[in-house]
């Protein structure tokens, strides 16, 4: 197992220029992995008094020098980008200097996992020489073009030429234990890093519950698709997006409530409470129920932490009663309901029609 490990697991991150690696990077450091940004350390190294910064001095004259003794990164970037001779005989230098940086974090690092983003990870030869798993971020060409216009406010024509100095998306991932695919919103990037870190065996965070706001609209979006894509949880059959999330969260009423887990950073969950009916006041001591959670991290307690703060909340807005309706073929969340203490009340045969089949549907109810 990964937690026996006397040291951390490393991971190496790498992609081209705009696919994303930052956002994973920030995305596992939440989890509860160090990470270590491997440009941020070629500019450590080539700073005055680094062990770079005497060698490129030397090799790209004086002129690359500021007034304040430092290297003019913007000056050495337009030498070595519109030269590829240049940029080897750069990295030549650079590339050792970064590596042997590295590897004293890692040796030191009480992390169980350490992540190095570098955008040369392969072609500094980082992966050989220190990582356990390689992680290539990919997108599509024009989104990376978009991003980096956004981002960084690089011209179409930059951005192309800084694509074509880096290795292709194609020969990154022929090498890649893991790709993650950032095409996506940011939420839905996340429920890919959620599923790879519980493939790793390592311990997720305590969660933390906590009333959703309009802006976990996406997030919330994130787990209604994967919660669609998987099948036989829901009859469901098209997620919502995030704009219909969104709108849907901004109009609760008073009473009503969507509950959300978050476990680093990432929203892996939600339970929502809404009314039961709002055509009569008859009913208004009655809600409706429904829990969702991610795959990896079910059966670890989250549907019970956000049921507690539901069935607080519901109390305390007036229901007495809650009701919640369950997939016949879904025994998973059968079993999860009764344990709170839901009874069995009913079926609806026939009641969904879904991939081509009928699905019943079991009536469950509690009284607070």
Known sequence: MVGQRSKPLVIGLTGSIGSGKSNVLHELVALGAEGIDADRVAHQVIAPGGPAYAAVVAEFGPEIVGPDGRIDRGA????????????????????????????????????????????????????????????????????????????????????????????PAEQMIARADRVIDTSGTLAETATQIIAAWAEMGLSFPAPTIRPARPDDAEAVAAVWRAIVAEGGQTVVDRPFTPAQERAYLEQLPPRARV????????????????????????????????????????????????????FDHARQAGFAKLVINVRADNPGSQTFYVSLGFQPCGRLARQAFIEGRYVDELLFEMFL
């Open 76 to 167: 050495l970037g337009r030498r070595v980008f519109a030269d590829p001779a240049a940029l080897a005989r750069l990295e030549a230098i650079v590339h050792p200097a970064v590596g042997q940086v590295i590897a004293a974090r890692v040796a030191a690092s009480s992390a169980p996992v350490v992540v190095i983003e570098a955008i040369k990870l392969l072609e500094a030869g980082l992966s050989r020489q220190l990582c356990d798993q390689v992680w290539v971020t990919v997108c599509s060409e024009t989104e990376q073009i978009a991003r980096l216009a956004t981002g960084r406010g690089m011209t179409e024509v930059e951005a192309r030429r800084r694509l074509a100095n880096q290795m």
């Open 259 to 310: 509950t959300v887990a978050v476990v680093g950073g990432i929203v892996a969950g939600f339970q929502s409470l809404d009314l039961y009916a709002t055509y009569t006041c008859a009913m208004d001591h009655v809600g409706v129920l429904g829990t969702f959670v991610l795959v990896p991290l079910r059966c670890r307690g989250i549907g019970r932490d956000l049921s507690r703060a539901t």
